[in-house]
């Protein structure tokens, strides 16, 4: 079936520091989509992709929907104590607009 | 605003019983879903629905049941429980085909003993 890698699974950085993290599918995608989770909550929509080569921000988060339609990318700059968390890709599966599958996630730890 | 409420946010169950876990929301929205999240990993999709009266198997159905009645209401049901469904079990809601803003709810966090 169908698979999101995430990379890296996990991250240790200094506050201030950028961050950058990508997710790659084996299949093509129409949308990317980007959540981060906090410890003990449901995940939070971070970004949304809906065309190939698009680059949108919210705040100090960029993301990128690779011209491959295979990949995005996701970057914080100057890091906070507060972007500790998981942040997940996800993307509709082939067989349904309905249906989106998750990738396994990549841990964000910041060290003040 | 409540949006997407799930209950209880905690349970044991004992192996081989039965339990529904409740999700509502107040959105108004038409498609609602159903995910689990093992640890150390990402979602997997359990069931979906897109409207009232319609709903359909995700990646990992197996050992599960849901209904919508309701726009509002999407529970999840669990019979004879096995200790491979502990897990956090996420309830999501979406306005639109294809929508992007999914809205998940808390998450409620099985152990089956």
């Known amino acids: 079936g169908q698979q999101l890698n995430q990379s890296p699974q996990s991250m240790f950085i200094q506050e201030g520091e950028d961050v950058s993290m990508n997710c790659t599918s084996s299949s093509i995608f129409n949308t990317w989509l980007w959540y981060k989770q906090d410890p003990g909550e449901g995940p939070v929509l971070l970004i949304a992709l809906y065309k190939a080569g698009e680059l949108t921000s919210n705040g100090r988060l960029t993301a990128q929907f690779g011209i491959t339609r295979k990949d995005s990318f996701l970057n914080i700059s100057a890091s906070i104590p507060s972007d500790v968390g998981i942040y997940f890709c996800?993307?509709?599966?082939?067989?349904?607009?309905?249906?989106?599958?998750f990738g396994t996630g990549t841990r964000l730890k910041v060290l003040a | 605003n409540a949006g997407v409420t799930q209950t209880p946010k905690f349970r044991i169950l004992k192996i081989g019983q039965s339990m529904t876990l409740q999700c509502t929301q107040d959105?108004?929205?038409?498609?609602m879903y159903w995910y689990r999240q093992d640890p150390g990993m990402g979602l997997k999709l359990i069931y979906y629905s897109v409207g009232a009266g319609i709903t359909d198997k995700g990646e990992v159905p197996n050992g599960y049941n849901v209904s919508r009645s309701t726009t509002e209401d999407f529970p999840l049901r669990l019979e004879l429980a096995a200790p491979s469904q502990t897990s956090v079990y996420f309830c999501?809601?979406?306005?639109?085909?294809?929508?992007?803003?999914?809205?998940f709810g808390q998450g409620t966090r099985l152990t089956v003993v």
């Open positions: 996800a993307g509709p599966t082939t067989s349904g607009t309905y249906k989106y599958i």
């Open positions: 999501a809601s979406s306005y639109r085909t294809g929508s992007a803003e999914a809205f």
């Open positions: 959105m108004n929205h038409n498609y």
